[in-house]
C-alpha cells in the first residue's frame, strides 16, 4: 500500500488539519536496515498539542539489539520482550496515524517504517528540513539543526532526547513553534507554506 502524498497546494490554516508527531527509535540509523525498538507520538490539532492524542509502545523485533543502539536508547533486550510483536505494529500505527499528516524530525526513517508496513499517512512534515531552510534563509547556514539544538532555539522546553514519546513531544512542540512564528510573521501559515518549507 503506498502512502498518500498531498501536493504542496493546500491553503488550509495548519490549525485546521489534523497532524501527528512520530518519532522511531530503531536499531540503526540506516532507514533500509532499521527495526523499531519503540515508537512515540502525539497528536497536533488547532494549533495545539493534544496530549489526550498521545501513545508509546517498546517493539520487540526478536533480533538483536546492537550494543551502540543500546547506548544511545538505553532499550535492552530483557525490556523490548515487554513490547508488541512486528506483525501487530501496523495496526498500532494505522491507529496512531490514522491518515494524517505525518510530522518526523528528519522524516525519511519514519517515512520508510510506515511504508513499510502499511500505514497511509495524508502528507509528510519534516521539522529539520524546515529549521535548516529557515536557518539558510536568515544567512545561518551551518547552525546546528538536530531536534535538540532547534528545539531550544525555538523555545521549547528541553526534554529527554534518544526516547521514543519525548522526542515525538518535542517535534511536536518545534513545530507548534515553527508554524506560530510563521503565522505571526506573514499573517497567516498554511500547509502549502509549511510543504514547501519542508521540500525545499
Do not use: K, N
Request: hydrophobic share 40%; proline share 5%.
Amino acid at each position: 500500500m503506498r502512502s498518500l502524498r498531498r501536493a504542496p497546494s493546500d491553503d488550509r490554516s495548519w490549525r485546521d488539519v489534523a497532524m501527528v508527531a512520530l518519532d522511531f527509535e530503531t536499531t540503526t540509523a540506516d532507514p533500509d536496515r532499521a527495526e523499531p525498538l519503540s515508537v512515540g507520538w502525539v497528536g497536533l490539532g488547532d494549533g495545539r498539542v493534544r496530549m489526550a492524542e498521545a501513545g508509546y509502545t517498546l517493539v520487540d523485533h526478536r533480533g538483536e539489539v546492537p550494543v551502540e543502539s543500546i547506548r544511545i536508547h538505553r532499550l535492552v533486550p530483557e525490556e523490548l520482550r515487554a513490547g508488541v510483536l512486528p506483525d501487530e505494529l501496523g495496526d498500532v500505527l494505522r491507529g496512531a496515524v490514522a491518515e494524517r499528516v505525518l510530522v518526523a524530525h528528519g522524516a525519511s526513517l519514519e517515512q520508510r517504517l510506515l511504508d513499510r508496513w502499511g500505514v497511509p499517512y495524508a502528507a509528510s512534515l519534516d521539522t529539520l528540513r524546515i529549521v535548516r531552510t529557515l536557518d539558510r534563509r536568515a544567512g545561518r547556514p551551518t547552525a546546528d539543526a538536530r531536534l535538540p539544538e532547534a528545539a531550544r532555539r525555538y523555545g521549547v522546553p528541553r526534554l529527554a532526547a534518544h526516547q521514543a514519546f519525548t522526542d515525538a513531544l518535542t517535534t511536536a512542540l518545534l513545530l507548534v513553534s515553527l508554524a506560530g512564528r510563521l503565522e505571526a510573521d506573514r499573517g497567516r501559515c498554511t500547509m502549502s507554506d509549511l510543504l514547501l518549507l519542508s521540500r525545499d
